[in-house]
C-alpha cells in the first residue's frame, strides 16, 4: 500500500451582487459600484477553494463548517475561512499540491486583480503561487451571470496525505 494519499477536490460557490457592500475576490478588494451578497464577505473564490480542501480533505462543506447561522462569522473574512480549513486539512494530515479556479462573471474584469489575487491565497496557504490558477470568464450574456445578476466560482484542487 502506498503510504502517500492524493486526493482530489472541487468547490463551488455564487452570490447575487448587491448595492452598498464592497466586493472580494480571492481575499482582494476589487473597485466596482456592487460587492456580493452572503453572511460573511462573500468571497465567492474563496469559499469555492474552502470547499474544493474540505471535500478533498473527507470533511464536512464550508456550510457545515462556517454556518451563516452562527454570527461569529457574520460579515466575516473570508482569508480567515481559508486559513482555518487549511488549519482543518493539515490536522488530518494532508498538504496541498495544487489548486485551480474559475470565476464566472460579465462585471467586473477580474484579470488585472489575478496575479494579486494568486499572491494572497499563496500567503494564506503557503504554497507557491505558480502553484495556483486562476481564470475568469464570461457566461456569453446566458443566465445570472450573463445578466450580471452575480458572480459564481468553481475550484478543485490537489492534496498529498503522508508528506
Not at 470533511?59 to 461569529?72: A, E, V
Not at 462569522?73 to 488530518?92: G, R, V
Not at 495556483?132 to 496525505?161: D, H, P, S, W, Y
Request: with cysteine; charged share 20%.
Amino acid at each position: 500500500m502506498n503510504p502517500f494519499a492524493l486526493r482530489t477536490g472541487i468547490g463551488y460557490d455564487v452570490h447575487p451582487f448587491v448595492e452598498n457592500r464592497p466586493l472580494f475576490l480571492g481575499g482582494v478588494l476589487i473597485p466596482y459600484e456592487r460587492g456580493l451578497a452572503g453572511h460573511s464577505d462573500a468571497d465567492v473564490l474563496l469559499h469555492a477553494i474552502c470547499d474544493s480542501l474540505l471535500g478533498a480533505a473527507g470533511l464536512q462543506d464550508i456550510g457545515y463548517q462556517f454556518p451563516n447561522t452562527d454570527q461569529r462569522f457574520k460579515n466575516a473574512d473570508s482569508k480567515l475561512l481559508l486559513k482555518t480549513t487549511l488549519e482543518k486539512i493539515t490536522h488530518e494530515g494532508f498538504s496541498i499540491i495544487n489548486i485551480d479556479s474559475m470565476l464566472i462573471a460579465e462585471e467586473p474584469k477580474i484579470n488585472p486583480y489575478i496575479v494579486n489575487m494568486k499572491e494572497t491565497i499563496s500567503k494564506i496557504i503557503n504554497i507557491e503561487s505558480n502553484r495556483i490558477g486562476i481564470k475568469a470568464t464570461t457566461n456569453e450574456k446566458m443566465g445570472f451571470t450573463g445578466r450580471k445578476e452575480g458572480i459564481a466560482a468553481f475550484a478543485t484542487c490537489l492534496i498529498v496525505q503522508g508528506m
